[in-house]
């Protein structure tokens, strides 16, 4: 038998809802999980915490029914129970919410609330109960939407609504939500906050796995960290605190997180872009538009752009890189006017993008470490029309160093690494091409702290080493721990520029969310 | 670290499973050969085996070209259809002139084989490059546009040659169908040839190496500077190329350009193609994998003949072993991704 944690002693009126006890799951070669423990209590938040690799997935996917554990036991209630299947969880009570939503986009919110389980008779839909089922339990969460209204049409905070919505209607007792933050601008999260408060004084219990910190002290009442398949430690989240979680998480002491930095003196300007304007039209009627954006950004120095989610700064980076045209607007490099009609034009005049989405937009799962980080750098590592694979070899090992990529051979596929290392092939094939101005959209989204830290140093260095860094990110301390300067964007317009040093997340906050442009603006 | 473990695991080689799955269609070849050789000895003769290797040649040359397609998560079914069209040209242009086209030997004054070749694999060329237009500039996915190929160059094929057989060619010609280099047929020679270079090109080529990319994540590829619509352009005529090639060595061994050529043969070029382990999804395959492909349908076909299989069966076999490829390479990756 295990070790019984301490924690194990606490005296509490009812016992626990859930009580996984010795799970183990190995998977061909590796062992993901052993002996791992995890307990929830009525109308608790617990947090789950653990670096990309933990475990907290497969951990989680053994509870819902989507994978069957090797050993080990799951009691629900004080009953011993086994899923084979993730209906059979569902229909004990336990429902996940994953990052990636279980949508129909083209249904309607009422159906997918209900997919499989429509009310009615045997062979027809009653679309009228349907609808006031959904409304019903929309209005508790606060979902301001016609349960008719297409999920196509919704926001991102909106569909994950729609999926707690549909938790709530199969009358779950724990819901299981997969880093549901990762994706919302500030405002979502705190509103989302809300809802998993309001739903746990309905004596619901939550499963939150993030890796904003942060959220744990805002939200949860205990938390288990996992590390290398291994249980660490659990416990009251008020007893604790940010350092000695990390260094549970990590198994080491990683510093200040954000130590004290000044700004540095920085170069010219290398790209200055001005006006740039971007209507909507009949081709893209969703579009986000964007409104005389001026911005400049020095060589040497990291411009931070911070700004809620649909705020324009994904679209002002893509219009700049040329992968989408604008209407109207300058843009100068190294003082020179430029229009980039496609990223190869771009990247020719020395402007490297790291798009947001890893995984859709970035690496080619399929493929060799190899080729995805030398496929933009082609011209460095060929002779003539051939690959020349020791040149190749030569770069690779160069970026695997600065970088420490960990990573079996070059020959590994790019799927198989954890989020911090495909983060830094990423990385790697951008500098490969040793730009002069680099932007990077959301560097760190989905990525375990040691890495985290790790891109953040990289990014500085690049900075030191003259380079033009831009950084997008929607996590505030993010913007504060590593620009020099920051300008905010809402709406499509740029409604503000600060040093870091006179920032908080409050000033920015402010500035995120003000109408007029140009509010403070001090300059570095 | 979790994924230190992980590469250790791969470091000792534990992975058997990825490793059969590699070579599988390699031994699945050698099962078939064993098998076949066991119940009828005549197929283990260097006549036969020669014999199988010329019929393979022309499906493995349009094989090969299909690679590069289906590499970019496309598909061409128009290839059978374009074989026996350039196939038509290829022969008019040996003959001199459609007015000619029944006599046999020396009749008209011909314009020679390499003509012939040569205005085949431009037959080729063109109608790829169209396909590939309407794919990268009208955004018509490759399975439609193609299946309009398939229609409309048998129907030029039919309207080139007003239905009839185009045949008797110069000797110079038909050498390019039925002649030996040693004890080797040429077009074996021809298709082993292309292989060869088809994979320097997708192996150490920066070329190859973009195909694959932009067959493995075409948004990627876009972002990081490839001109993807220029690549898919490309694998439409580099498959046009291998059909305008294989027409004219089909019409040199049948010593004969017929528009009814070729029917049916986009689906054993697909599925020697699949059985060879490349990803109908895009971004993975080799042109080896297609090489062993391609001579496992031919052996397995040439098998059931000696056996005395009705061809009916032969075509049920065919359509059963495309799906269970297709079936492999889904487990196999649904396997990949749980590690």
């Given at each position: 038998m295990f070790n019984r944690p301490a924690y194990l002693g606490d005296s509490r009126a009812d016992g626990p809802i859930l009580k996984m006890t010795g799970v183990s799951k190995r998977f061909p070669g590796v062992l993901?999980?052993?002996n791992v423990h995890l307990e929830v209590g009525p109308s608790e938040i617990h947090a789950l915490l653990g670096e990309n690799g933990a475990g907290k997935s497969t951990l989680l996917k053994v509870l819902s029914g989507a994978q069957s554990a090797d050993a080990g036991e799951i009691e629900l209630f004080g009953e011993p129970v086994a899923f084979a299947t993730p209906h059979d969880a569902q229909r004990a009570g336990i429902v996940t919410i994953y990052q990636e939503f279980t949508l129909a986009p083209d249904m309607t919110i009422a159906e997918n609330v209900f997919i499989g389980r429509e009310p009615g008779s045997r062979l027809f839909v009653s679309w009228r109960r349907m609808a006031q089922e959904t409304k019903a339990i929309a209005e508790r969460i606060g979902l301001k939407r016609d349960p008719m209204t297409q999920v196509r049409d919704l926001s991102v905070a909106e569909q994950q609504l729609v999926e707690i919505a549909r938790a709530l209607s199969m009358q779950s007792r724990l819901i299981i939500m997969d880093e549901?933050?990762?994706?919302?601008s500030e405002t979502e999260v705190v509103n989302l906050v809300r809802i998993v408060r309001a739903l746990k004084a309905e004596g619901l219990s939550i499963i939150f796995v993030t890796h904003r910190l942060e959220e744990v002290f805002r939200l949860c009442d205990r938390y288990t960290v996992l590390r290398d398949g291994h249980y660490v430690a659990s416990g009251r989240v008020a007893e604790t605190n940010v350092e000695a979680i990390i260094r549970m998480m990590v198994g080491r002491d990683v510093g200040a997180l954000y130590g004290e930095r000044p700004i540095p003196e920085h170069g010219k300007v290398a790209l200055e872009v001005e006006g740039l304007t971007r209507r909507r039209n009949a081709r893209d009627p969703n579009a986000i538009e964007l409104i005389g954006i001026s911005l400049k950004a020095h060589h040497g120095e990291i411009l931070g752009l911070a700004g809620l989610v649909g705020a324009g700064r994904t679209e002002t980076a893509r219009a700049i890189f040329g992968v989408d045209a604008f209407d109207h607007g300058t843009i100068r490099v190294d003082g020179k006017e430029v229009r980039f009609s496609s990223p190869r034009d771009a990247m020719s005049h020395g402007i490297g993008l790291v798009p947001e989405d890893r995984k859709k937009q970035a690496l080619f799962l399929s493929l060799a470490i190899r080729t995805n980080i030398t496929i933009a750098a082609q011209d460095e590592v060929s002779r003539g029309w051939f690959i020349d694979e020791r040149k190749e070899d030569v770069l690779i090992d160069e970026f695997r160093k600065l970088l420490s990529i960990r990573m079996a051979?070059?020959?590994?596929?790019?799927?198989?690494?954890s989020g911090g290392n495909q983060q830094k092939i990423v990385l790697a094939r951008w500098l490969a091409l040793r730009p002069k101005i680099l932007i990077v959209d959301e560097p760190t989204r989905g990525i375990d702290i040691g890495s985290k830290i790790e891109v953040h140093n990289l990014l500085i260095d690049m900075a030191k080493q003259g380079i033009a860094v831009i950084v997008i990110s929607s996590e505030l301390p993010e913007i504060l721990a590593i620009s020099d300067r920051i300008v905010t964007m809402r709406e499509g317009r740029v409604t503000g520029e600060i040093a870091r040093t006179a920032a908080t997340q409050e000033i920015l906050m402010a500035m995120m969310t003000a109408h007029k442009s140009g509010a403070p603006a001090s300059a570095a | 670290m979790s994924e230190a473990r992980l590469e250790a695991a791969e470091d000792r080689g534990v992975d058997v499973f990825g490793f059969v799955a590699r070579f599988a269609p390699l031994l699945f070849l050698i099962v078939l050969m064993i098998l076949f050789a066991a119940i009828q000895p005549r197929f283990l003769s260097q006549i036969n085996l020669f014999n199988v290797m010329r019929q393979v040649s022309i499906t493995g040359l349009l094989a090969v070209g299909m690679t590069f397609v289906i590499l970019t998560a496309g598909i061409d079914l128009s290839v059978g259809s374009l074989l026996a069209f350039a196939g038509l040209v290829a022969a008019a242009v040996a003959k001199g002139g459609?007015?000619?086209?029944?006599?046999?030997?020396?009749?008209?004054?011909g314009y020679g084989w390499f003509a012939a070749a040569l205005a085949a694999i431009a037959v080729g060329l063109a109608c790829g490059w169209l396909q590939g237009l309407a794919i990268t500039r009208l955004k018509v996915p490759p399975f439609v546009v193609t299946l309009g190929g398939m229609s409309a160059f048998r129907g030029a094929a039919l309207l080139f040659a007003a239905g009839g057989p185009i045949s008797g060619f110069q000797p110079s010609f038909t050498w390019w169908g039925q002649g030996k280099i040693g004890p080797v047929p040429v077009p074996v020679i021809i298709f082993l040839l292309a292989a060869l270079i088809a994979h320097i090109v997708l192996r150490y080529m920066r070329y190859g190496r973009q195909v694959y990319a932009v067959g493995g994540n075409p948004e990627a590829a876009r972002l990081s500077g490839l001109n993807v619509n220029r690549i898919i352009m490309s694998v439409y005529v580099i498959m046009g190329f291998f059909a305008g090639l294989g027409s004219f060595v089909l019409a040199a061994r049948l010593n004969s350009a017929e528009a009814v050529a070729g029917t049916g043969y986009e689906l054993t070029v697909i599925a020697s193609v699949v059985i060879g382990g490349t990803s109908l999804f895009g971004g993975a395959g080799t042109i080896f994998g297609t090489v062993i492909g391609s001579i496992l349908i031919g052996v397995l076909l040439n098998g059931l003949v000696l056996m005395n299989v009705s061809s009916y069966i032969q075509q049920i076999v065919i359509g059963v072993i495309i799906v269970l490829a297709v079936a492999f390479d889904t487990f196999a990756k649904s396997r990949r991704r749980k590690v």
């Open positions: 993901a999980l052993e549901p933050t990762a994706a919302l051979s070059p020959e590994q596929a790019a799927g198989q690494l | 459609l007015e000619n086209r029944f006599t046999v030997g020396q009749g008209g004054v």
